[in-house]
């Protein structure tokens, strides 16, 4: 069964990710959740996980086609009894005006699950019902069919209702009230990570507490069974040679897409995690290290206190092993991080020079990728669509294998390069999705197979 709805905003910060934790922590009382997050987002997934205790997965109708996009909501959903998809940004908003791809509309679209709309009711009463009415009917092949008030109280909440429910077809599911102590702090990238967010079980517990007083959950079950069955294409994924694979995780390394290491399961790799900030050395027999995203320069100096394991980390590196380093997981490579006071710290010292944070967004949204000098992702000319989101700079002096390219009605805006090759493997601002283009990871883990394979 396709049971499920998605939750969408009618903009950014009108409490999608707050309603969203709070509706499956109810759910998950009773109903196994599968949580979906909209977009390439790492930190709201896993507040999903831990609501849950059911790993989120990323669906993201720009960078992976409609029909993985399917494959992978139905590969990650035929196994719980709901799913909720907590969307990004405006319901509408996408890569750009007059394409869908990208928005949350499109993927409910093209999953046939019905939304559920947050609206902020502060400050309207009859009004309401225009702001409903036309998200509901701007793209009628979407289907809102639900509304949630957030930041109003019982009294106000009764006049919101009456209007919607008097001028459109869409049902009224509650209401959020405000609640400061389940507010979460934000960092430069968003929210606080779920590491680091201290008594996050009692915030959540006070949350469900509220939403069961004022949303119908009930109805909300109700309306899932109201999504359209998928037909489906299976990815048939190659199964290679097992191979053992390290990876970076802790509180400063942790942005991975959980379908990126379940597609390296499936090709029969073994994952074996190791923390930079508390490891020693790293595993042995280790055919490939994968260091992800997260905030290195929040914990600079552990990291540069914790010499042992950056010196195995470097002379592992030096030595050959295959390896894949993107945006903090790349800062951590170079020889030198600067935050955002200007203190300097010592990093693995394996690309030459260093990384600086800076007050403003350097990169972010959707690009394209084409590789410009062959290196372990795949020959010249192969593309991916890719997506960045950093507010450091790099001055790394290492050859560059990426041409990377952002575009409006398919006439490239900015050209840049990307992609430090060194040694066997590639650093990068990139976050990929391996979904996007499964070559690029099958070339990766060829050359796993051959370090491992030279190295009997």
Known sequence: MNNGFVIAGTNSGVGKTTLSLGIMAVLSDYMKVQPFKTGPDYIDTAYHTFVTGNKSRNLDTWINDEETVKYLFNKNASHSDISVVEGVMGLYDSKEIGDKKGSTAHLAEILGLPIVLIVNGKGMAGSAAAIVKGYAELMPEVMVKGVIFNQVGHGHYALLKEAVEAYTEVKVYGYIEKIDEVEISERHLGLLPAYETLQLGLKMEKLKESLKKTVDFEGLIALSKEARELDVKKIEIPRKEPIR????????????????????????????????????????????????????????????????????????????????????????????????????????????????????????????????????????????????????????????????????????????????????????????????????????????????????
């Open 245 to 456: 694979i390290g990876l970076a995780k802790d509180k400063a390394f942790n942005f991975y897409y959980e379908d990126n290491i379940d597609l390296l399961k499936e090709m029969g790799a073994e994952f074996i995690e190791f923390s930079p900030l508390q490891s020693s050395f790293l595993p042995d027999h280790l055919h490939l290290l994968l260091f992800g995203g997260g905030f290195p320069e929040v914990f600079a100096d552990e990291l540069q206190d914790n010499g042992a394991i950056r010196r195995d980390i470097g002379d592992r590196l030096a030595c050959g092993t295959p390896y894949l380093a993107e945006c903090g997981g790349m800062m951590y490579l170079a020889e030198e991080l600067i935050d955002f006071t200007g203190d300097k710290y010592q990093m693995i010292g394996f690309l030459k020079g260093y990384t600086e944070m800076t007050s403003k967004l350097q990169r972010f949204g959707y690009a394209t990728a084409e590789i410009a000098s062959k290196c372990i992702y795949g020959n010249i000319g192969d593309t991916i669509r890719i997506h960045e989101f950093h507010r450091s700079k790099a001055s790394i002096d290492e050859n560059k294998a990426l041409k990377i390219w952002k575009d409006k009605k398919n006439i490239k805006t900015k050209e840049w390069q990307g992609g430090y090759i060194k040694g066997n493997g590639i650093s990068t601002y990139a976050h990929f999705h391996y979904y996007a283009n499964i070559n690029f990871i099958e070339k990766v883990y060829h050359q796993a197979i051959a370090h491992k394979n030279n190295r009997r």
